[in-house]
């Protein structure tokens, strides 16, 4: 990890986003304060299952949302240091590409059936920075070669359906990349691929993003991708980031109820253990967050106090993080800290 | 051990690929699965793995008799499944039944829950008089961990974990000896795969059910399964006890695929080995001579494009490996935590 110590590259704070219309009175509350950080070289996981915010989030920050039917409610974007909600949005088709890309999970659908891959990735080039067609796709080739496409000089003159499913992720990745971004947003980027190719893909991404010092975030519900790239790990349930720490402390001591849940749900290859046991129940309706803590209906340790009250994100005293960089949303963070993740806590 | 409830010899399943709109010519085949055998016990579980396009699904139809296959027998109890029309086909679909992969598009959106899972005894009268469907179709919804009360819900009413149980529910209402299971926890998310894979262990023992599961989660395949196939287009490569397979793989796609899957654990980054697999799967439309995997093989020589191996046990591998050069990598590099 790089240390920075002025401002990070990408801050975002107590970001709120809500869904539907409230004359109406369905409104789901999305995202309901999530802060994060990442800085130039790092990659952050953020890790949740459906629904629990993670994709609202990227599009929020790459200020691709929909607006309607979403709501930006409240919270703040900021770009090393540079308030990005609200701000010209001119400026922020600028930012896109230029300092900050994204790439999806169903790759597929994400590029034009009708261009070839290179002209897609030329366009950038273009209009961008001005080039002729012919240098536009010779600098598309070179990133295609940089993405690891066999004959690059050749396929770039291929259309996506010629392309295959890995191919097409590596099509995206070199797409976003053309114009040098300082963040990289990926999202679900292996989700749809199989694992031999998933493996490649993001030995890729973590690779470039070593290369050229670029930040990361990885969304994802994958808790083995996450634990093979990951520098830091943010964990999302409900529209709240339930627990933050690095990637070796996150999984060593989990500190969440959430979060060791999701580790004991994963079957595993050493075959280790019988029944697996999963967290009871459903995650709540967007549009009927639980009082309290979102997680105590499906939560073994819930009391009354998680009832009532909503745990803040605080500070943990892991001896294994660096700082006080261990984080959790939860009352009794304490008392599961210190415990292996196997350990059967009794409430 | 006992007599296998199927047994599955050289099945093989080609699609055609037409050119032409008035005057249709076959240009060419799908070699979709391509000489697939195996047994399945009675209370056992199967588990086949690989990746898209390796055949499993299409495995699935076929067994299913859902699709005719090119050529190949399947035996259920000793009687030919191909051979078997009229009522005896009818008869024997109670016996086997599927689970399908997305539990959005697999169940009908027009019909209520009730309807749903009662809809297998209006084709089979027999199993169920009229008046007791209700309740049936009740001790069903309570079996698989839904509310009776939902019985007059529709599918949009219920989450996706909840929905494959529905499917599940569908599924065991004839009381079937076998369930194919077609990734049916691959759409979940983890908390809600495991709430549905534990589901499908208490019924196997409950039920006394065979599975054949299909799956391309190696964690998942490995949780469930007594012993596992692994097909590379449309070919078994490997087969063995679950230990077998995931403690000593022969195979090298076997050891790849095991290789690529991440590790949930940050501690291991970079300390395990990695078998990292170049290139794509070529097209089942043209698959390559002799040995199926030797394009992507770190073994291969020439004799793997001449010759096919044959899926069997070798003098390093204990069970069967469809490989000239079949060994053990070494223990698996997965870490105890």
């Known amino acids: 990890m790089t240390e920075t110590a002025a401002a990070p590259l990408l801050e975002v704070s107590d970001l709120r986003v809500e869904f539907g219309n409230p004359r109406h009175g369905d409104v789901a509350s999305v995202l309901n304060g999530v802060s994060y950080q990442v800085s130039a070289g790092e990659t952050l996981a953020v890790l949740g299952e459906s629904g629990s915010g993670k994709s609202v989030t990227a599009q929020t920050v790459m200020g691709i949302l929909d607006t309607p039917p979403g709501r930006i409610t409240g919270g703040s974007v900021r770009f090393k240091g540079e308030e990005l909600l609200g701000a010209d949005p001119e400026r922020r088709r600028l930012l896109r590409g230029e300092s900050m890309a994204m790439i999806f999970q169903d790759a597929l659908s994400a590029l034009n059936p009708v261009y070839t891959v290179g002209a897609q990735i030329a366009e950038q080039f273009r209009f961008r920075r001005g080039m002729s067609r012919k240098d536009a796709m010779v600098k598309a080739a070179e990133l295609l070669d940089l993405v690891k496409i066999p004959n690059a000089a050749q396929r770039v003159r291929e259309y996506p359906h010629q392309f295959s499913g890995g191919m097409r992720q590596r099509a995206m990745i070199a797409m976003s990349l053309a114009l040098d971004p300082e963040l990289l947003i990926a999202d679900e980027p292996t989700t749809a691929l199989d694992v031999t190719v998933q493996a490649q893909i993001m030995e890729l991404l973590d690779e470039l993003c070593r290369e050229r010092t670029m930040g990361m975030i990885l969304i994802t519900h994958d808790l083995g991708v996450v634990a093979e790239v990951a520098d830091r790990i943010a964990v999302m349930y409900a529209g709240r980031i339930v627990e933050e720490a690095d990637a070796a402390s996150l999984y060593a001591h989990p500190a969440h109820p959430y979060t060791r849940g999701l580790m004991a749900s994963v079957p595993r290859l050493d075959g280790g253990g019988g029944q697996l046991d999963p967290i009871p129940g459903l995650p709540p309706s967007l549009s009927a967050i639980p009082p309290g803590c979102p997680f105590h209906p499906r939560c073994a340790h819930a009391e009354d106090r998680c009832r009532s009250e909503l745990p803040s994100l605080r500070a943990l005293d892991d001896p294994d993080a660096t700082g006080d960089d261990h984080r959790a949303a939860c009352h009794f963070a304490e008392r599961f800290v210190g415990a292996s993740p196997e350990e059967v806590l009794t409430p | ?337």
């Open chain 2, 1 to 337: 051990m006992s007599q296998p409830i199927l047994q599955v010899k050289d099945l093989v399943k080609h699609f055609p690929i037409t050119r032409g709109v008035v005057f249709q010519k076959t240009v060419g085949q799908v070699h979709a699965v391509d000489g697939v055998s195996f047994d399945l016990h009675p209370g056992e579980t199967l588990g086949v793995v690989g990746e898209s396009g390796c055949g499993k699904s299409t495995l699935a139809q076929v067994l299913m008799r859902l699709e005719p296959p090119t050529s190949g027998t399947v035996t259920f109890d000793g009687e030919d499944l191909f051979a078997k029309s009229g009522a005896a086909l009818k008869a024997w679909r109670r016996d086997m039944q599927v689970v399908l992969q997305d539990p959005y598009t697999s169940l009908n959106p027009r019909k209520t829950v009730g309807d749903i899972v009662g809809e297998p005894f209006e084709i089979h009268p027999e199993v169920a008089p009229k008046g007791e469907r209700r309740r049936k179709v009740q001790e069903l919804l309570d079996v698989v961990g839904l509310n009776p009360e939902h019985i007059r819900r529709y599918p949009h009413q219920f989450s996706g974990g909840q929905r494959q149980r529905i499917g599940i529910a569908r599924a065991l209402a004839l009381r079937p000896r076998v369930i194919v299971c077609d990734e049916p926890v691959s759409a979940l998310d983890v908390s809600i795969q495991a709430q549905v894979m534990n589901l499908l262990g208490e019924l196997q023992t409950e039920f006394g059910l065979s599975y054949i599961f299909i799956a391309h989660d190696l964690g998942v395949v490995r949780h469930l399964s007594d012993r596992v196939a692994v097909m590379y287009l449309g070919k078994i490569v490997e087969t063995g006890t679950s230990e077998e397979i995931y403690e000593r793989a022969t195979h090298p796609y076997t050891q790849a695929l095991l290789s690529s899957v991440p590790v949930p654990d940050p501690a291991a980054r970079g300390k395990r080995e990695t078998i990292r697999l170049t290139g794509d799967v070529p097209s089942p439309a043209a698959p390559p001579s002799g040995c199926r995997f030797r394009t992507r093989c770190p073994k291969a020589t020439d004799l793997c494009a001449e010759q096919e191996p044959a899926l069997a046990a070798g003098p390093a591998s204990d069970h069967p490996s469809a490989c000239h050069y079949a060994e053990v990598y070494r223990t698996l590099p997965v870490p105890s935590r």
